[in-house]
């Protein structure tokens, strides 16, 4: 059977428009215009009226964790809490709604909302207050700095006297324990709560795939495997794709830091291809270099301006991210790397060019985040066809921020999206879920408008870096496809491309820009087949 679509306004591909298509056996076969694609209407076909609706390829999110955005939409709830004492309430409000509960799993603070006087960070002994029996993890809103209670602290076998290479354990100014922890601490902290089922990891991981598909996401790249465990969880991940229930094309972005891990990895059955198809494939070694801007762990160069005291954690060492890229290449298997300091994106770059040694970056090694960067590692990455996994929306609070943190000369060359976008360099777009919503609509709305949901500051934060509006949907379609190597099947609505496709609620391309946040999707489809329509 058949598929015709038509009196829309369907986005192809970059500036190309067309009334009409057909689609064919999961691709798009035709394009042009309704008379045209009418005139090959045969009896069993079935036929779409658009009524002028706005058509786009559906959205490919190149970086997001799925499965942890699954589990934050299930789990104690801490966005936009204004004060400690209000993240202590909502976690006892959500204990006593959950009272089966033998953990707390809390997430997505953030101290510099909070709109009491004193910004600290919340302690052990506050989240003491909500629980001392059952263990409670609160991981800030970046996922590189996390806060337990004195019950997670003994479970996780953190004591004053635990080192944890890649991370750091605080303590407060009489010495002891804070619960505060950060980066590769975080991993070990989140350990002290009990592991869920296979079965409510699968179904965490399909109600978050059911919702990035209602967003018209139809291709995400996700890391959701890490460490010693992964082949849990690449078999279960693996189970739902081979029960069919989840029409949202994946592609996995492992992070391994230890070098032991991605050896193990290279020797498991993973790479004998049993799983590469259409909807699931491997993918990248992901790897962090260091942590965020707002938690002060982002790498810097130099040290921040407004913490003389650090420059940020490093989360990986050059010797042994220059060991991971290396035995990466020679496994030709692409690697990408958080960097969101100048001085990691330096590292990383140092190191990609070191295993490059003049040769073309054919597997696609990249840079996630990318944010922080002086104008010469800009020109490197051009130059050396680096991918960049950009995240727009974090502008919305990190606009706000990247003066203070990395001083004004620094910030003029960061968050260059449409600077590396007009050079021709490999960018595509993500929302790095759950430490924003997935919502693709709100990244583009920051792609453009460079100001935050409350429209600030008028014109946008170095609104030459302001991307227009097709270019931002390309980099969130094409340039992602071309991130996964399938540039030549997926991102275009052209003949021959996977029909994945969204109908829009309202024109995208002409409607006021305050507006686009608003967008709605009225139906996704994937490989033609309906896979959400909104009632
Ligand atoms: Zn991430």
Same mark, same amino acid.
């Given at each position: 059977m058949r598929t015709l679509l038509m009196n829309g306004k369907i986005?192809?591909?970059?500036?190309r428009f067309e009334e009409a298509l057909s689609i064919k056996e999961g691709f798009v076969e035709a394009v042009g215009s309704t008379e045209s694609i009418l005139?090959?209407?045969?009896?069993q076909d079935e036929v779409v009226d658009l009524r002028g609706k706005t058509v786009l390829p559906g959205f490919n999110? !190149?970086?997001?964790?799925l499965f942890l955005l699954g589990e934050a939409m299930t789990s104690c709830n801490l966005n936009g809490a204004v004060s400690i004492d209000e993240m202590i309430e909502r976690g006892k409000v959500y204990l006593s709604n959950n009272k089966?509960?033998?953990g707390i799993h809390g997430r997505g603070w953030n101290q510099?909302?909070?709109?009491? @006087?004193d910004k600290r960070l919340p302690s052990r002994e506050d989240l003491d207050l909500i629980s001392s029996d059952i263990p409670i993890v609160y991981e800030r809103v970046c996922g590189h700095v996390a806060v337990g209670n004195t019950r997670a602290m003994e479970l996780a076998g953190i004591t004053e006297d635990t080192k944890i290479p890649g991370g750091t354990i605080e303590r407060n100014p009489e010495g002891i324990l804070s619960g505060v922890v950060t980066e590769n601490a975080t991993q070990v902290l989140v350990k002290s709560l009990s592991q869920k089922s296979k079965q409510a990891k699968k179904s965490q991981f399909i109600q978050a795939g059911k919702y990035v598909l209602s967003q018209g996401i139809t291709s995400v790249q996700s890391c959701d495997v890490s460490g010693e465990d992964f082949q849990k969880t690449f078999d279960w991940i693996r189970e739902v794709y081979e029960e069919r229930v989840l029409p949202l094309r994946y592609r996995h972005q492992f992070n391994f830091q230890r070098i032991e891990d991605f050896r193990r990895y290279l020797e498991?059955?993973?790479?004998?291809?049993?799983y590469d198809d259409e909807f699931y494939q491997k993918g990248s070694l992901k790897l962090f270099k260091d942590g965020s801007l707002g938690g002060r762990t982002a790498l810097l !160069?130099?040290?921040?301006?407004?913490?003389?005291?650090t420059k940020g954690v490093e989360a990986l060492k050059d010797d042994e991210l220059q060991e991971l890229c290396q035995l990466a290449q020679d496994s030709g298997i692409p690697v990408i790397t958080h960097a969101i300091g100048d001085g990691a994106v330096e590292s990383v770059l140092n190191t990609y060019e070191n295993v490059l040694q003049g040769k073309s970056n054919f597997l696609r090694h990249g840079i996630v985040h990318? &944010?922080?960067?002086t104008k010469n590692q800009l020109e490197r990455i051009v130059s050396g066809g680096i991918a960049v996994m950009a &995240?727009? @929306?974090?502008?919305?609070?990190d606009l706000h921020i990247v003066k203070k943190r990395v001083g004004e000369e620094l910030a003029k060359t960061s968050y260059a999206f449409n600077t590396l976008y007009q050079q021709g360099a490999l960018i595509s777009i993500g929302t790095d879920a759950p430490v924003e919503d997935s919502n693709p609509f709100r990244n583009i709305y920051a792609a453009v408008?460079?100001?935050? &949901?409350?429209?600030?500051?008028e014109g946008g934060?170095?609104?030459?870096?302001r991307m227009t509006i097709e270019e931002s949907v390309d980099a969130y379609t094409y340039q992602g496809a071309k991130n996964q190597f399938q540039e030549k099947i997926k991102?275009?609505?052209?003949?021959?491309?996977?029909?994945?496709l969204i109908v829009l609620d309202r024109d995208i391309f002409t409607i006021?820009?305050?507006e686009i946040s608003e967008t709605q999707v009225e139906i996704t489809m994937v490989e033609g087949k309906v896979a959400y329509m909104k009632e």
């Open positions: 986005y192809l591909e970059k500036g005139a090959t209407r045969r009896p999110d !190149s970086h997001l964790h089966k509960e033998k510099d909302f909070f709109k009491t @006087v498991s059955e993973h790479l004998n291809g049993r !160069s130099k040290p921040y301006a407004d913490d003389p005291a990318n &944010q922080i960067t &995240q727009p @929306v974090f502008l919305d609070y408008t460079r100001m935050d &949901q409350n429209g600030y500051p934060y170095l609104p030459k870096e991102g275009k609505l052209l003949p021959g491309y996977y029909a994945d006021n820009l305050s």
